[in-house]
């Protein structure tokens, strides 16, 4: 009988992880299968709990459950710290993860940016910048965390601070935070289908000895990572993120390698089909 993966959340219809994790099935010649289910809030203690007395090999968790299922799951000590979950292991315990931050990390190594004793600017405190922020200063990485609100930066750099070295502020010295950052990482929607137009920088901000990682996925190249070319920068999507961070889910349920290309080729096709 097939082994059934899922990943919950609400919407789900866009969702790369089935093609993803499919894909990589299909190649390791494992007799398993991944789906998408609409699951919401108030929904998800029963479909984990479902999910487990099913014999589900794995869940992935994405928006609007990631925080809530820190209520439900075991969750590992990085999960807890970022305060949210996107891989649950339903047959270890309901043992809870937050493969972001190393899918982050794995994407900027394969580009070959180390973080280690980098100045890192990360721009936005939302869910993605928590789980970026906690890895890389876990890394020493040395962090400034610059937010629209600046109030949600300080808050974040406060809790980062018990792992490593980080600073909160707000965006109105962008460029000079610019000028003194290693790596730029882009955690905002600005830029994402469809608003295309919309970038936290322009060149001029910007240097050649600069990396700019926007982790946005659609459009592949956004006009971040157009700007950052035109300087002469280095430019880096969050294609390799995303699929580095469903690869590590992939390990912790089924502990073989995974086979990142392929899942990687999985994730390019279902973007090209999904073009405007
Ligand atoms: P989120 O929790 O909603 O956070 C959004 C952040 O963007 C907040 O810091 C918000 O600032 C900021 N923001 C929104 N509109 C802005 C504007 N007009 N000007 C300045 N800042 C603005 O979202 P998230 O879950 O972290 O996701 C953020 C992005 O990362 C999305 O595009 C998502 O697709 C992408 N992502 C990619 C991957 C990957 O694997 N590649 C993984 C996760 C997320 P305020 O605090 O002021 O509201």
């Known amino acids: 009988m097939k082994t059934v993966f899922a990943v919950f959340g609400d919407p789900i219809e866009h969702s790369m992880s089935p093609k993803m994790h499919n894909a990589a099935f299909t190649y390791m010649g494992m007799d398993c299968e991944y789906h998408a289910f609409r699951v919401g809030r108030d929904s998800l203690h029963d479909a984990l709990i ?49 493969t972001d931050g190393i899918g982050a990390k794995r994407a900027l190594a394969d580009a ?97 000895d600069l990396t700019v990682f926007d982790i946005i996925y659609n459009p592949l190249e956004t006009r971040l990572l157009k700007e950052a070319k035109i300087a002469g920068a280095t430019a880096v999507n969050g294609v390799m993120m995303l699929v580095y961070q469903g690869a590590e889910a992939f390990r912790i349920w089924n502990g073989v390698e995974p086979p990142v290309d392929v899942m990687r080729d999985a994730v390019l096709e279902a973007l090209g089909a999904q073009k405007p």
Request: net charge negative; glycine share 10%.
């Open 50 to 98: 479902g999910a487990k007395a099913m014999g589900f090999g794995g869940v992935n968790l994405t928006v609007p459950l990631k925080e809530e299922a820190l209520n439900i799951v075991d969750a590992d000590p990085l999960a807890a710290r970022i305060g949210a979950v996107n891989t649950v292991d339903p047959g270890d315990g309901m043992r809870g993860y937050n």
């Open 112 to 208: 070959g940016v180390d973080v280690a004793n980098a100045r890192v600017l990360i721009v936005g405190a939302g869910g993605a910048a928590r789980a970026i922020s906690f890895q890389f200063a876990n890394d020493s990485a040395n962090i400034t965390i610059a937010n629209r609100t600046e109030k949600r930066a300080c808050d974040l750099a406060r809790d980062v601070s018990s792992v490593g070295t980080a600073h909160g502020t707000g965006l109105a010295n962008l460029k000079d935070l610019i000028a003194q950052a290693d790596i730029l990482v882009n955690t905002t929607t600005l830029g994402m289908h469809p608003n295309t137009d919309q970038t936290i920088a322009t060149s001029d901000d910007m240097h050649p």
